[in-house]
């Protein structure tokens, strides 16, 4: 009986929230028997179900209901705005009433007696004020189908674009806490794939084992993305309630307000669609409130007496925006700039130099509120600021734009999942953490001599592009012994909190990025008020993530106000408009302050003296696995332990230029002088008054850059012999071929036999190879034989050489 | 609580109860992440499957181990799992001694078991190994230092 009972509750509940969207675009449109179908259901199913469960009260209420509309649908009775708004406030009776079968209290006495009576108030006589919240004195005449009013939409039959109910997919309902079981199982076997395809990497190639478990890992990534869904939902089911909304508060505010919904597909977690339930309610409150005027203010003005209240949602990548615009007033420019300024918020002269959308934002900030009277609807003490804040608390932002007389949009981005975050591991003291990658505006690597690292009273500072920025210590600020080496050429992490501060953190070293499962701590560690969560590295050990904002709010270093990040909005606008060439600005291993164009820097990697090899006549480096070329380096022995380098590319080649120290990247704003006695300058530059030389791309790929490998290269043949596998091999391999076995050779493969074998087999009428290189054992050449010794290194190159070149020329004619 | 299952360890030296419904599992204890800046008795955290468990050291969760060395009992390589509001912890134990059934109700005896003691202790009980203190999970891991915030608001 519990569970039946369960079951009503949860699906009455279900259809409730479906059909006050219903009922609005049925009154809306009362051709659409569609919708006034549905409704009816709704009741009639209510009705049904309560007269099993015996509540009698709720099966009188769904009966006169059910009767009502029973009428309209057999067209005994058109439907009203009364009718409509008396059936809302049996359905609200109905819901009250649920709730508290469901907590197990006693349904309160209620006057249904009145609420039934008023269905039976017939449209043709009207009581003023028979009705609480419906418009008094005034009792307007259904207006017209909102379809006419909308005009130009291309779905005249449908003025809220939402998904036709009846569509609606197959579902089931499941607790989360199973979702969630499913879930933690499908990352536990992803983390039991990883570890079985690090021990296969061990054991070498397996085919027979490979090919099964590829298929593994791609049914396994299929299932991940399946589960991550289940715990996505339709934003469908916040915007289901909304025309309700709506409704309800332009009735209360005599105003005339219709909404348009789209985007109602979006999926986003499920939790997240609880966190912007209320920003979105107050909005939408703070919309048909301040911003849509009133029917008479709407003509006068020359626009529709209907306000138009439009929600968009679309997904971009990782975020979701959500578009809530209307067609009202707008924003008051003027009246938020004196209330900013009267309350302190900005002063008169910042006032003058602020733009109007710099102005409109101040909306934001912690209390304010223009509404010089607070109505019943908006304006109870939790403003915008809230709004704001419950926002960035999940990585969201809020921004408004608005046109005087036209309009307002707000604009809200927030992300798609709270549980799956891009995110940067740092090192310090031994100890990894994470850090969430919307923070990380820049990662600088630079000796604190270049960073003007100074340390005022008890605070580190560092100068970044020319400002002074506070700077973190990581291992200070979490209590862990600090590394003298790293201390000195710290890497620095900007971050960017929400508030628009930047700060430094200095951490030891960045050790990678991606995608971080976070999961929540223990009450006891989130008390410490310096993670937000933890979690698992690809192999499956655990990090903290850090809590950027509260680790800066806890060293005082969030401002009050945003007028700093306005200020910088402001200039970075303002940096767009010049354009200049950028370029990369070092000291070199001579002493000299050069740079190079910024669009050929790769990467500033930082090498092991180890990784360096000197023993040929150019100097190589082993970054990431290649062996690069590396210029730059000094005569003299390196006496460091780590090398700073630039990774330059021109699109098709690499090479690493070795620095002594990085400074910043700099705009070329000052003039180009040329330098034809020294090739390797383009040109020398003032730099901050100070000349700089600027590297010749072309000159340095010319001499030093290695030509990309050919993709296609010629293919060869090589003797079954374990000599050719080791000492031969790796001559024709650096020649430029490709060795191939005997069994994938073709027409224009090259075949190197000895040439034993190769007499043999043109005794025996075997297929030989069209170009072939013949070997002989023996350092003299018999006569009249096209052999070569197979030690005499110069004539084996020149005929690979030979061999490619005609190949070459072959597949040109054909070409 | 007689005939319940319950997971007896000995902590600080003392032997405690542990109900088996509260006990997920017994792992074997990998490498502890310590985390900077937390309470001395949260030992840190560790990764089990997919999931991060906070380590607890049950004996400084008490209260026992400040300012002596940390050596005076030995620890268990093995660690009890346990979930309590949301959360999977991993309780480090001297030893993990055994599971039994209980033969009474948690109990008190005169004069109380000290201070520490008794803020995570639900009673005594007599088990088939021999009596244990029931240990009150909540109150274990709220850690020491709740004990006296609620003294200093008595006072």
């Known amino acids: 009986m519990d569970d039946l009972l369960a079951d009503f509750i949860a699906e009455t509940r279900e259809m409730l929230e479906a059909s006050g969207g219903e009922l609005v675009a049925w009154e809306a449109d009362p051709t659409d028997r569609a919708r006034l179908d549905t409704i009816f259901r709704f009741v009639h199913t209510v009705k049904g179900n309560c007269g099993f469960f015996d509540f009698p009260r709720l099966a009188s209420l769904s009966h006169a209901a059910e009767d009502a509309l029973a009428d309209c649908r057999a067209g005994r009775r058109d439907p009203d705005q009364q009718l409509v708004t008396a059936v809302l406030a049996i359905i609200d009776r109905i819901a009250a009433m649920i709730d508290a079968i469901e907590a197990n209290e006693p349904i309160d006495e209620g006057d249904d007696e009145s609420l039934i009576a008023m269905l039976d108030v017939s449209h043709e006589t009207p009581q003023t004020g028979g009705l609480e919240g419906a418009c008094e004195g005034s009792n307007p005449p259904l207006h017209a189908p909102a379809a006419a009013l909308l005009g130009s939409n291309d779905e005249p039959n449908a003025p809220q674009r939402r998904a036709d109910p009846a569509a609606a997919q197959r579902t089931i309902r499941l607790p989360v806490e199973l979702l969630d079981r499913v879930m933690s199982g ?86 997240m669609i609880e966190t912007i339930r209320d920003p979105l309610t107050h909005i939408i409150r703070n919309a048909i409130d ?41 924003l008051a420019e003027e009246r938020i700039a004196a209330k900013a300024v009267a309350t302190g918020l900005i002063t008169a002269a910042e006032r003058a130099a602020m733009s109007r959308e710099r102005i409109l934002n101040l909306i934001f900030e912690p209390g304010f509120s223009t509404a010089e009277t607070v109505s019943n609807v908006s304006g109870r003490g939790v403003g915008l600021d809230v709004v704001r804040q419950n926002l960035e608390k999940v990585g969201g932002s809020i921004r408004v734009t608005s046109t005087p007389g036209k309009g307002t949009a707000f604009t809200l981005h927030i992300p798609l999942t709270l549980s799956i975050i891009a995110g940067l591991t740092v090192e310090v003291a031994g100890h990894r953490f994470a850090i969430p990658q919307s923070y990380v505006e820049e990662i600088v690597q630079a000796s604190s001599q270049a960073l003007d690292f100074t340390r005022m009273g008890e605070t580190a500072l560092v100068t970044f592009r020319g400002n002074r920025v506070p700077c973190l210590m990581l291992g200070e600020v979490l209590g862990l012994p600090a590394c003298p080496v790293a201390a000195k050429e710290p890497t620095l992490v900007m971050l960017r909190l929400a508030s628009g501060d930047l700060f430094a953190l200095a951490v030891e070293g960045i050790h990678g990025h991606g995608d971080l499962v976070v999961k929540p701590l223990a009450p006891a560690v ?16 655990p990090v903290l993530l850090l809590d950027v904002a509260n680790i800066a709010a806890g060293a005082d270093l969030v401002s009050d106000t945003r007028t700093r990040v306005l200020g910088t909005l402001g200039d970075s606008a303002a940096e767009v408009a010049k354009q200049a060439d950028r370029a990369m600005l070092f000291t070199d291993f001579a002493g000299r302050r050069s740079a190079v164009r910024l669009e050929l820097v790769q990467r500033i990697e930082t090498a092991p003296i180890t990784a360096i090899d000197r023993s040929a006549a150019r100097p190589r480096v082993v970054i990431d696995g290649l062996i690069l070329p590396l210029v730059g380096l000094p005569d003299t022995p390196l006496t460091q332990n780590r090398v700073r380098l630039l990774r330059l590319s021109d699109g098709a080649c690499e090479l690493l230029f070795a620095v002594r120290e990085v400074e910043d990247a700099v705009e070329l704003t000052e003039d180009l002088h040329a330098v034809p006695e020294d090739p390797l300058a383009e040109a020398i530059t003032l730099i901050a008054g100070q000349p700089v030389t600027l590297v010749d791309a072309h000159e340095l790929f010319a001499r030093h850059g ?17 000599w050719a596998r080791t000492i031969l091999a790796p001559l024709v391999t650096a020649a430029g071929y490709d060795i191939v076995p005997a069994s994938e050779a073709g027409t224009e493969t090259l075949g190197i036999l000895f040439d034993d074998v190769y007499e043999v087999a043109e005794a025996l009428g075997r297929p030989l190879p069209q170009q072939v290189i013949r070997l002989r054992d023996q350092p003299d050449a018999p006569t009249g034989c096209e052999t070569i010794y197979r030690y005499d290194r110069e ?8 061999a490619s070149r005609a190949a070459l020329q072959a597949k040109g004619v054909a070409a | 609580m007689i005939g319940q299952l319950l997971v007896v360890a000995r902590i600080a030296g003392r032997a405690c109860a542990l109900s088996a419904l509260d006990v997920k599992s017994v792992i074997e204890i990998g490498t502890v992440t310590p985390i900077p800046r937390a309470p001395a008795w949260i030992a840190g955290i560790t990764a089990l499957r997919s999931q991060a468990l906070t380590v607890i050291d049950c004996r400084r969760a008490i209260g026992f181990g ?32 055994d599971i039994t059934t209980g033969a009474s109700d948690a109990g008190q005896v005169p004069g109380g078991f000290g201070p520490e003691w008794s803020r995570i202790a639900t009673g005594m009980i007599e088990t088939m190994a021999g009596p244990a203190l029931l240990v009150d999970l909540a109150a274990l891991l709220a850690g020491p230092d709740t004990a006296h915030r609620e003294i200093e608001v008595l006072v």
Not at chain 1, 193 to 201: E, I, S, V
Request: hydrophobic share 40%; aromatic share 2%.
């Open chain 1, 186 to 271: 499908v990352s536990d076997m992803v983390l039991a794939r990883n570890d079985l395809a690090h021990r296969l990497r061990q054991a070498g190639n397996q085919p027979t084992i490979d090919g099964p478990f590829e298929r593994l890992t791609t049914i396994l990534t299929d299932v991940r993305d399946a589960i991550t869904r289940m715990r996505m939902q339709r934003i469908e089911t916040l915007f289901g309630a909304l025309p309700r909304l709506v409704r309800d508060l332009s009735t209360e505010l005599g105003k005339q307000v219709m909404i348009d919904l789209d985007g109602g597909d979006v999926e986003l977690d499920r939790e």
């Open chain 2, 66 to 97: 400040i300012g002596l060395p940390g050596s005076e009992w030995p620890t268990d390589h093995r660690a009890i799992v346990v979930a309590e509001g949301g959360h999977s912890y991993a309780l480090l134990v001297d030893v993990i001694e």
């Open chain 1, 706 to 722: 290695e030509p990309p490998l050919a993709a296609d290269r010629p293919r060869c043949t090589l003797p079954e012999s374990e």
């Open chain 1, 795 to 802: 004539s084996l190159l020149a005929a690979l050489a030979a």
């Open chain 1, 526 to 541: 989130m008390k410490s008020g310096l993670y937000a969560g933890s979690t698992l590295l690809d192999d499956g050990q």
């Open chain 1, 290 to 330: 301040h911003g849509i005027e009133g029917p008479s203010a709407r003509l006068a003005a020359s626009k529709r007496e209907i306000g138009l209240l439009a929600i968009a949602a679309r997904q971009s990548g990782n975020t979701i925006s959500i578009l809530i615009s209307d067609d009202g007033r707008g």
